[in-house]
């Protein structure tokens, strides 16, 4: 069991970066640079290590009880997850596009029909390296404002979706086992967060927004599809515990992959996911901690 819990993990880690890029090969999506087996290498490397830790290794804790001591928990350490998922989108674009050699133009033709080609159709050029970034991770839209009014409207229909998702779950779940499976008391994490300042919480839920969305539905969807990214944020999410959690993230993500496949970029995703977080964080958790668990500690 130990050997699984060591192994497992980094297993599916690394098979999950090499379904990652043959996925993206087969759709067409192979970065130029990675026609050098150096810079597919080191891309692909720097995925699996991100897979393994802020995806599957939470696979090795199920079954376990392990307690962290928030207490100890630096503000910078919040961050770390994120941090890496930014590292990586960072490093598989530049091996993949900002390192790479751009092929050279073909040469004019001889002659008159050389200077007349060359005179009325100048090569065109590829496209800057931010722009290209924008495009390759689903920045590129015409209409910005548009796309964000899109998500603050999903943002508040995708709160009561995956409310009404959760509360029939739990409803199923209580009349096939009792209540013995329903959670009586939140993840530690839960009221810790909701007791932290506000400016501190609305960071956690802009960087959720931004970085998990041109993670999971920038970096990934497009090139292995809603199903499997679906699956990789949930179990992103299993250090919460708790099924009825698991659910309502799933139920997010399916939502905010569709919503990037309709809108084909990933503004709207980015604005829900930062508004529900930020309803979350702020309002719902603190005033349901207030009602059903005043003994939580909402204060540092």
């Known amino acids: 069991?130990?050997?699984?819990?060591?192994?497992?993990?980094?297993?599916?880690?690394?098979?999950?970066?090499?379904?990652?890029?043959?996925?993206?090969?087969?759709?067409?999506?192979?970065?130029?640079?990675?026609?050098?087996?150096?810079?597919?290498?080191?891309?692909?490397?720097?995925?699996?290590?991100?897979?393994?830790?802020?995806?599957?290794?939470?696979?090795?804790?199920?079954?376990?009880?392990?307690?962290v001591d928030l207490t100890q928990l630096r503000t910078w350490q919040l961050f770390t997850l994120h941090g890496l998922f930014v590292l990586t989108i960072l490093g598989w674009w530049a091996t993949g596009f900002a390192l790479a050699t751009r092929p050279r133009p073909p040469l004019p033709a001889s002659g008159l029909e050389g200077e007349l080609s060359a005179a009325t159709e100048p090569p065109p050029r590829p496209p800057g390296k931010l722009r290209s970034f924008a495009e390759q991770l689903g920045f590129r839209t015409p209409h910005l404002g548009r796309e964000i009014g899109v998500g603050l409207i999903a943002g508040v229909g995708a709160w009561l979706a995956v409310l009404c998702g959760v509360l029939v779950f739990a409803l199923i779940l209580q009349a096939v086992s009792g209540e013995e499976l329903l959670p009586q008391t939140p993840p530690a994490v839960i009221p810790w967060l909701a007791a932290q300042p506000i400016l501190l919480r609305l960071a956690i839920a802009a960087s959720a927004g931004l970085v998990e969305e041109t993670f999971f539905r920038g970096l990934l969807q497009p090139r292995i599809g809603i199903a499997l990214s679906t699956l990789f944020?949930?179990?992103?999410?299993?250090?919460?515990?708790?099924?009825?959690?698991?659910?309502?993230?799933?139920?997010?993500?399916?939502?905010?992959?569709?919503?990037?496949?309709?809108?084909q970029n990933i503004w709207p995703a980015v604005v829900a996911h930062f508004l529900f977080d930020g309803v979350q964080l702020l309002v719902v958790i603190p005033s349901v901690l207030d009602l059903f668990h005043p003994a939580a500690p909402l204060h540092p």
Do not use: K, N
Not at 12 to 29: I, N, P, W
């Open 1 to 67: 069991m130990e050997i699984l819990r060591t192994a497992g993990p980094a297993t599916a880690a690394l098979a999950a970066a090499l379904l990652f890029d043959h996925m993206t090969r087969r759709r067409g999506l192979d970065p130029p640079g990675f026609r050098e087996p150096t810079r597919r290498f080191a891309a692909m490397s720097l995925v699996a290590f991100c897979f393994y830790v802020g995806i599957f290794a939470a696979l090795a804790t199920i079954g376990r009880q392990a307690e």
């Open 233 to 263: 944020f949930a179990l992103a999410h299993l250090s919460y515990g708790q099924p009825i959690l698991l659910v309502g993230v799933t139920l997010l993500s399916l939502l905010y992959g569709g919503l990037t496949r309709w809108r």
